[in-house]
């Protein structure tokens, strides 16, 4: 059982933020439930976003600043450079990643220490919830991330093909963050490798993954962050225009493949049980494969990337093998 007052570490990166930091910082700020601590990694800000983290950590105690000195940048190498630092740390009952510039229902803490409190804290556990979506003048664009991609968890094997986990949504316990083997900054994957579906992998082999279906917090897409050419809504028309472009669609699916391939090489110096290490097995073989036997198996394996169409298409990136060039 969880402790009665559960202590949790925030972890941000931050880059030239300063148009929305303030924003989050406040959300996190305003938090129903209090007893967290901040840590923030800046990756070489060169606007107003250190002197508005210092600002906030002279006036609270919770918050620590701490800028990245390596000679290895960008979104992913900054986050595993942050979880580095992270684990020389007193350890804490739950973790969570943030990022600058999204906004934070005031509950967001609240109901996830809740929903964790009768959950087991010797086993791996990861929980996420669902997102609205809003633009950079924060106007509602969608009111469900689940409604307009489908991404509600339904089994550890679909983790492996299908990123439906956003760290900044995500919610993990203590012997998640000690289970999971962190990249290093430095390593050549950490430029490719996401933090989140990392972890949520981990939890999916390892132990348990939630989905709560409600919105946690508002989720800012616009035209200059990381994520801002994901699409979030796959219409017909749109599926139909991105076949169109097979070969770009190609290397997005190989990209996916290929965290999946680094995860499971870290997994295997893990003990794992039989059915565990045959999970993986089944994995590597369809993704490497490709064609009619991965299309059989993740039929038989009900794999799920979320809405139909969807569905559809990584399906029929898998029978056509195309992705495997891109495979490292």
């Known amino acids: 059982m969880a402790s009665a007052n559960p202590t949790i570490l925030i972890m941000m990166t931050t880059y030239n933020g300063e148009k929305f930091l303030i924003q989050q910082i406040e959300s996190i700020f305003q938090q129903s439930y209090s007893n967290w601590q901040l840590v923030v990694r800046d990756d070489g800000s060169s606007d107003q976003t250190l002197a508005i983290l210092n600002a906030y950590a002279e006036k609270d105690a919770r918050i620590q600043v ?19 630092y992270c684990k020389q740390l007193k350890s804490y009952d739950y973790y969570m990643f943030a990022d600058q510039d999204d906004v934070w229902d005031k509950d967001k803490l609240e109901v996830y220490v809740d929903f964790c409190s009768d959950k087991k804290v010797n086993e791996p556990l990861l929980v ?6 809003i633009d950079g003048d924060g106007q509602v664009t969608s009111n469900s991330l689940e409604a307009n991609l489908g991404i509600a968890y339904t089994n550890a094997i679909s983790t492996f093909f299908a990123h439906k986990v956003h760290g900044c949504n995500s919610f993990f316990n203590r012997r998640l963050f000690e289970l999971a083997l962190p990249l290093s900054p430095e390593e050549p994957e950490a430029k490719y490798v996401s933090h989140d579906n990392y972890y949520t992998k981990f939890a999916a082999l390892l132990g348990q993954v939630y989905y709560l279906p409600r919105p946690m917090m508002s989720y800012r897409r616009y035209g200059t962050n ?6 979030y809504d796959f219409k017909a028309k749109r599926i139909l225009k991105r ?3 097979i070969d770009s669609l190609a290397k997005d699916h190989a990209l996916t493949y290929n965290q999946t391939l680094v995860t499971i090489n870290r997994m295997r110096s893990l003990p794992l049980t039989q059915d565990q290490q045959k999970l993986l097995i089944q994995v590597e073989l369809i993704i490497k494969r490709g064609g009619w036997f991965a299309l059989y198996c993740v039929q038989m394996a009900k794999v799920d990337w979320g809405k139909p169409v969807k569905n559809i298409s990584r399906k029929l990136l898998l029978l056509t093998k195309l992705y ?5």
């Open 66 to 84: 701490i800028e990245n000195e390596s000679d290895y940048h960008g979104a992913y190498p900054n986050f595993w450079g942050l979880v580095a």
């Open 128 to 133: 996420y919830g669902d997102m609205r979506i």
């Open 226 to 231: 990381v994520t801002s050419q994901h699409a």
């Open 243 to 245: 076949i169109s472009r």
């Open 324 to 328: 495997r060039q891109y495979i490292d």
